[in-house]
């Protein structure tokens, strides 16, 4: 079973910076990918940003592109999120997923995942 370690979450003024880490241990899959989805108070959760492994590749939800970044770091399987430019409309809780064999088409989709981060927590205000 895979366990997932959010850090990097706080407390930002609007136009500030946050880089999110997620780091995973146990499991044994080659083929996955690292999500980050996020909730808003009386939103629903929404996708933000995934990184694949072994190959590298990103995927961003299209509202976000240019202000947040994936990134990795294969050694330490850790996938990291660097938000900039962040808006008060950022605030939420930003949770982690794992998929397994991901593709294209399934990886925006939560119900794919099999496990998941406690979460952290995102506040961006002056």
């Known amino acids: 079973q895979v366990q997932l370690l959010e850090s990097g979450g706080g407390l930002v003024q609007p136009g500030g910076s946050l880089r999110l880490s997620c780091a995973a241990s146990?499991?044994?899959?080659?083929?996955?990918?690292l999500a980050w989805f996020r909730q808003a108070p009386g939103k629903e959760q929404e996708f933000v940003a995934a990184?694949?492994?072994?190959?590298?590749?990103?995927y961003y939800a299209d509202s976000l592109k240019g202000r947040f970044t994936m990134s990795r770091d294969n050694a330490k399987k850790t996938a990291y999120l660097q938000m900039t430019n962040l808006k008060p409309e950022d605030t939420a809780v930003y949770y982690c997923g794992r998929l397994v064999n991901p593709i294209s088409s399934t990886i925006r989709s939560r119900n794919r995942y099999d496990s998941w981060g406690q979460g952290t927590q995102v506040t961006v205000s002056s």
């Open positions: 990184i694949r492994w072994p190959n590298g590749a990103t």
């Open positions: 146990g499991g044994t899959s080659n083929s996955y990918a």
